[in-house]
């Protein structure tokens, strides 16, 4: 710790700050993930200083200053965060950014644990922004020709096929077996309520 910090001071104004430098950064964050106030003082190092930018490429240090702001009740500051780091990771930076949402949630509600609806929509009221998600969000609905289909198929042959009907349907509809099952037990359970 000392020397990064000895490190950091030398080469602030160095743009791009050395390689080696970025590399302690990244390993002193894997490390002291559980030893909460040397974490504190590296990523109150990192974030203070010029080139905060180029520590935030690293998806360890992003994921340590994230807990960090998180541990401090800095919602907003981890999500500012999330949204300008230039990290490559981005489904993992969509799950850091979801990871903020819930801490709310269950701050919010004093909870430890939130069910999956909650979580569900937490992400709806939540969505990641667009610099963590370029190629927008994925849906997760079938294509409306696919739903007609088995729309069709629960009213005119059966909302309960059996494994050969399934397998037939997932063929055609170029699903997988299981996705055709859970969008009939999902259509079954609708139709009742």
Not at 113 to 131: A, D, E, H, M
């Amino acid at each position: 710790m000392k020397r990064f910090m000895a490190m950091l001071e030398k080469n602030e104004n160095e743009h791009p700050p050395p390689t080696k430098l970025l590399n302690l950064a990244e390993q002193l964050c894997q490390e002291l993930q559980s030893s909460s106030p040397h974490l504190e003082k590296l990523v109150e190092a990192m974030m203070g200083c010029k080139n905060k930018g180029y520590f935030l490429t690293n998806i360890h240090v992003v994921r340590a200053c994230v807990s960090v702001h998180i541990r401090k009740g800095q919602h907003d500051a981890a999500c500012k965060l999330l949204e300008y780091c230039k990290a490559e990771e981005k489904e993992e930076l969509v799950q850091l950014w979801h990871k903020i949402h819930y801490q709310r949630v269950m701050e919010k509600h004093q909870t430890d644990v939130l069910t999956p609806l909650q979580k569900f929509r937490c992400r709806k009221r939540n969505p990641p922004p667009i610099s963590l998600c370029p190629e927008g969000l994925r849906s997760r609905n079938y294509p409306e020709e696919v739903r007609q289909r088995l729309h069709r198929f629960a009213a005119e042959v059966t909302a309960n096929p059996d494994k050969k009907q399934r397998e037939e349907l997932a063929r055609d509809l170029n699903l997988q077996p299981t996705q055709v099952y859970n969008w009939f037990a999902n259509y079954r359970r609708r139709q009742k309520s």
